[in-house]
């Protein structure tokens, strides 16, 4: 064996775990610098392996702990990893792991991985060599130092402690201290001896004097006898008359106890009744509070349904005279708009007309007026230009200009008639929009009000089916109430039939309900389903009878009603593991039918007797098990009979009452109280079992119902979501189309209005265009021509005529222009009126009418009124509802006040009755003490009998036998004053004299066994100090040859051997010096006085007081 790993994890300077590996089956070296660990580590070896480190004190282990930088240390451990091929450990393992764990508080033990004390740690290091009396199988640093510059007795002591000698001085000191005990108790023994003779002399004269004492006492006790007989016998007389008097009146206490039984049952069964009538009372109450709830609703929807309709009313009054009116305005405005119109279109040609013949006068006196300008300025350019060449340098610079500004004044020309036509594009557009846009308002128009009486019926719907929901809710909650009733009614059977049980049986049957419940949560794939299937309950939940044999059946069945039945002993065991895994507590007892051997039982032919394996119901398939409990039971018309079957055809009798004949003999019976019947409770608990489950699908069903309805609402909810979501995107559409509408028109005005200035500034542009290319023309006329101081004759011609024509032009254009702006102050007018009064007032009216048209629905107000109609009904037939409901309260109260009554007379009945029970237990309690006080006696009678002790002959006794009570005394007194005389006799003279010499016996017995102690003793202290010698020398010599090897390899020129101290002598012992020394100690142990105090065998010269080393050098020369 030897350490192959070792781990450490927050010891001293080992912070972090660090593994250590691997070691030499020989010898291994630690080297390292000054503070890398290597003290640490062998004191983690030391820490593991030795008993160095135990009892620490809280600072001692946390300077064990890791203390540095980062977080603190709050636990280390040290493991070390043994190689154990050779079985040194006595573990049947290669290699064993054993690990110290150590904190501010604990200090744990691990043995391959697993937690052990420390004493179980310590005890297999022993076993293994690592002895707690021999710790130097760890030698320290400077241990060979110290050794070796120590006394001599220093080192004979460390020999003896490395040889183990100190648990041979320990069991001889053991040894010692049983000697010196042993010792003690033999002097004990020879006082005591010494007295027992003594008193042994004394009771050999007392003898005579006995004898003579024996003799009266002989007929006091034989007078004693005779008196305490005759009490006895009058004692068991008048029990005897007490019994027969207890009978009878156990039978009229039994038959007072079956009426008050009837009565409690029918009491019971009343209050049963009338716990059903409180739960309809309070179904119909909780029924008639929320139909009253509901119709405080109804009423509360009545009011504002008719604040609704009489608002809607009177605003449908007002909207209709608002709508005459508003129709009224709108056909006059519609008259003013037609006539301003007419007049727009009888002034717009005039308007038109004069425009243009402006226009035309204004473009004409403009052209004429350039015409003169080129004129004035033909005239001029003589004096203006030097040359012709000049003149016509400028012309051409001119007519650079007058093209590009042609060019220019074209382009613009162009972008005025391109948006001229765009504009009428864009009304054309307009045009089309507006009218789509009228189409569609009045399609949105005609969908909305389709969508909004889709609405109101969806909504109808919908409060149809909130009211089916409430009736069905109303029904819901009674049955609700009910099967809670019923789920309270069979908890207290329950609780009843459990207090009839014993705790361990109820905690079995918990824990066997727990199991299958986790059996069917785990059964996702099948696993569990034979166990499920296979598992039918508990007997008594499997079984039925006649309530007439209710008792008998329990009292043949026992605890066995509540046996579990499976089908197979493997699933018995199943449960059985699991139960166990779980660790659950109770009692379980299983019958697996596949285990169960019945036989057909012989049931005999009569009329007194019928089996009760035929008086049970059960299923078929559990047969067995209701043969094995039931099967060798008869059910017999009175005890004497069951006794006579019992006994003649090997079968249990039991009768109605419960009283059992077995057919090993024994007979048993006694009252048994039928109220606390067990099938009785475990009947009512399947009815009621029954009845819940058919509450529980009446509830389901009226859950299902409700669902339905629900989701039917949710449908129509959903649609009427969808409705009214389509109404609002309509009535967004319809407003957001009306909105285009509106700019689509305002656009269209905006358009139109803006053309004719666009046309008038086409034409402007047009005139100007025109001159140009006359001032052009002119240009390139002029331009090669003569330069002249004056003008031609054509030209002043021409300049005449278009100064008269300038004239002319001038005072029509005046007349024109007054002409036109007076149509245009008319037709401004107009347009003003048309399109800023009259258009806006009939938007104006037209808006009002629509919005009176929204407004004034009908259909909503027939809603309203229809909706108003559902409430009056709903509203009636909750009063129908709450007046029969009123009836059945006054009924169902009317039938608890007569049950009460019948209750109240049972009760008085089922307590004179018990006053009977009770005054009759009185009695019967009078009797019991009686009773009681008889027994008494008779038992002082038959104590007092027995204190006579040994009765005397039969002669002596039948000389007292037919005396009378007073003679006995008066005989019994003169007998007493004789023994009067011999009170000073020592009456147990005799049986002190035997006691004493059995004791002498006795104690000679001990002497030897003590003296037989004492010789072992002493042999066994002489065998410690032989092994002890033995062990000292063997040691020695081991280790004085090592020295001597190993000094010889460190010093080869030296040899250095131990010297063993003996008395006054220094001795080197060998082997044949340690065998004569051992033969000696026997010798010398042979020969001592096993009596004497001298208790060391060994001789003197023998004995050590030390170890000398003696080392010498030889010195050699030689040549450098």
Not at 58 to 87: C, K, M, W, Y
Not at 268 to 287: A, P, V
Not at 688 to 716: A, F, G
């Amino acid at each position: 064996m030897y350490i192959k790993q070792v781990i450490i994890s927050g010891f001293r300077s080992y912070r972090d775990q660090i593994n250590i590996d691997p070691f030499s089956p020989k010898h291994n070296v630690v080297v390292g610098r000054n503070g890398s660990g290597k003290s640490n580590f062998f004191y983690a070896i030391q820490f593991a392996l030795s008993d160095e480190f135990s009892h620490l004190r809280p600072e001692q282990r946390q300077s064990l702990l890791h203390e540095g930088t980062g977080p603190r240390v709050i636990s280390a451990f040290v493991e070390v990893i043994f190689d154990n091929s050779d079985n040194r450990i006595p573990i049947e393992k290669d290699e064993v792991v054993l690990r110290r764990v150590i904190g501010s508080k604990k200090d744990q033990y691990f043995l391959d991985k697993k937690m052990v004390t420390k004493t179980d740690v310590m005890n297999l290091l022993e076993s293994a060599g690592f002895s707690t009396s021999n710790p130097y199988y760890i030698v320290k640093q400077g241990k060979i130092n110290q050794m070796a510059t120590a006394p001599d007795s220093y080192r004979l002591k460390l020999l003896r402690e490395v040889a183990g000698t100190k648990v041979y001085d320990e069991r001889k000191e053991e040894s010692s201290t049983i000697l010196k005990e042993s010792e003690g108790r033999r002097e004990k023994i020879d006082d005591l001896l010494k007295y027992i003779e003594e008193r042994l002399d004394t009771l050999q004269n007392e003898k005579e004097e006995l004898a003579a004492y024996q003799k009266w006492d002989k007929q006091r006790r034989s007078l004693e006898y005779t008196m305490h007989d005759h009490e006895l016998r009058d004692a068991r007389k008048k029990l005897d008359e007490l019994a027969d008097h207890r009978e009878k009146s156990g039978t009229n206490n039994q038959k007072l106890r079956e009426k008050q039984q009837n009565l409690s049952e029918q009491v019971q069964e009343m209050d049963y009744k009338s716990r059903e009538l409180n739960s309809k009372m309070e179904g119909f109450q909780d029924e008639k509070d929320q139909i009253m709830t509901e119709e405080q609703e109804e009423v509360k929807k009545k009011a504002q349904l008719e604040l609704k309709i009489h608002d809607m009313e009177e605003e449908l009054a007002g909207d209709a005279t608002a709508k005459g009116e508003a129709e009224k305005e709108l056909k006059k405005v519609e008259r003013l708009i037609e006539t301003t119109k007419e007049e727009l279109d009888e002034i717009n040609p005039r308007y038109t007309r004069e425009r243009e013949e402006e226009e035309s006068k204004k473009h004409e006196l403009a052209a004429a007026e350039q015409k003169r300008k080129e004129l004035y300025a033909k005239q001029g350019r003589k004096n203006q230009f030097a040359s012709r060449e000049q003149r016509d340098s400028w012309i051409d610079k001119e007519l650079k200009a007058l093209n590009k500004a042609i060019s220019d004044k074209k382009s613009q020309i162009q972008r005025l008639r391109d948006d001229l036509e765009n504009s009428e594009e864009r009304a054309e557009t307009l045009r089309k929009q507006m009218s789509d846009l009228e189409n569609d308002i009045t399609n949105t128009k005609g969908k909305t009000d389709d969508d909004n009486k889709k609405y109101y019926e969806l909504k109808k719907e919908v409060d149809d089916l909130n009211n089916r929901r409430n009736d069905l809710w109303r029904k819901e909650n009674a049955m609700q109430q009910a099967c809670s009733s019923t789920q309270e009614e069979m908890k207290q059977r329950e609780m009843q039939l459990r207090s009839l049980t014993g705790k361990s049986v109820l905690n079995g049957i918990d824990s066997m309900k727990r199991i299958l419940n986790d059996f069917r949560a785990r059964n996702d794939n099948g696993q569990y389903t034979h166990i499920l299937e296979g598992y039918h309950g508990t007997l008594i939940e499997n079984m039925e009878c006649e309530k007439t044999f209710y008792t008998c059946v329990e009292v043949t069945a026992g605890s066995r009603l509540f046996y579990h039945i499976v089908d197979t002993d493997d699933i018995s065991t199943t449960l059985l593991k699991e139960i166990n895994r779980q660790r659950l507590p109770g009692e379980v007892n299983i019958m697996p039918l596949n285990r169960l051997e019945v036989r057909d039982t012989h049931y005999p032919e009569t009329n007194e007797a019928v089996p009760m394996f035929r008086k049970i119901t059960f299923d078929k398939k559990l047969k067995k098990a209701m043969q094995h409990v039931f099967g060798k039971t008869l059910i017999c018309r009175s005890m004497d009979v069951a006794t006579q079957i019992a006994r003649t055809q090997n079968l249990d009798c039991i009768t109605l009452e419960g009283e059992q004949a077995s057919r090993r003999g024994t007979l048993t019976g006694g009252y048994y109280d039928t109220r606390k019947s067990r099938l009785d409770h475990q009947r009512a608990i399947s009815e009621l079992e029954i009845k819940r489950e058919t509450q529980k699908s009446e509830l389901d069903k009226l859950k299902n119902d409700v669902r339905v309805i629900e989701k039917e609402v949710e449908k129509i909810l959903f649609e009427l979501q969808r409705s009214e979501t389509r109404l609002n995107k309509f009535r967004g559409n319809y407003d957001s189309k009306k909105v285009d509408l509106k700019l689509a028109k305002e656009e269209l005005d905006e358009i139109l209005k803006a053309r004719m200035p666009k046309e008038r500034s086409l034409a402007g542009h047009e005139q100007s265009l025109k001159s140009m290319e006359e001032t052009k023309n002119s240009f390139t006329e002029e331009r090669g021509s003569d330069l002249l101081s004056q003008l031609s004759a054509e030209d002043q011609q021409r300049m005449d005529e278009l100064n008269d024509r300038i004239h002319q032009l001038s005072q029509q254009q005046k007349v024109i222009f007054k002409n036109r702006n007076k149509t245009e102050s008319q037709k401004n007018m107009k347009e003003s009126l048309l399109h800023h009064s009259l258009m806006k007032k009939r938007d104006r009216l037209q808006q009002e009418l629509e919005g009176i048209q929204q407004q004034d629905n009908t259909d909503q107000l027939t809603n309203y009124r229809n909706e108003v109609d559902r409430v009056d009904e709903r509203i009636t037939t909750h009063n129908d509802r709450k007046q029969d409901l009123y009836k059945e309260i006054k009924k169902l109260q009317a039938e608890k006040a007569k049950l009460n009554n019948e209750i109240e007379q049972l009760k008085n009945q089922e307590q004179e009755y018990q006053l009977k029970i009770e005054q009759d237990s009185k009695d019967l309690e009078k009797m019991t003490n009686k009773h009681s006080i008889l027994i008494k006696k008779k038992d002082d009678a038959i104590k007092k009998i027995r204190e006579i002790g040994f009765l005397p002959g039969a002669e002596v006794l039948a000389e007292h036998k037919d005396l009378p009570s007073k003679q006995l005394f008066k005989k019994l007194q003169e007998v007493q004053a004789e023994l009067k005389k011999y009170s000073h006799v020592n009456k147990k003279a005799m049986e002190q004299f035997v006691n004493f010499s059995e004791q002498k016996e006795k104690l000679m017995k001990r002497r030897d066994e003590l003296d037989a102690a004492h010789q072992s003793i002493v042999e066994l202290m002489t065998v410690l100090d032989h092994r002890k010698y033995e062990a000292i020398t063997l040691t020695f010599k081991q280790v004085c040859k090592n020295f001597s090897e190993i000094f010889s390899k460190l010093v080869p020129n030296g040899t250095g051997n131990l010297i063993m101290r003996k008395g006054d002598q220094d001795q080197i012992l060998e082997d044949d010096d340690s065998d004569r020394a051992i033969g000696q100690a026997a010798a010398a142990g042979a020969t001592s006085d096993s009596e004497g105090s001298q208790y060391d065998s060994i001789p003197q010269a023998l004995q050590f007081n030390g170890i000398a080393i003696k080392v010498t050098y030889i010195y050699t020369t030689g040549w450098l």
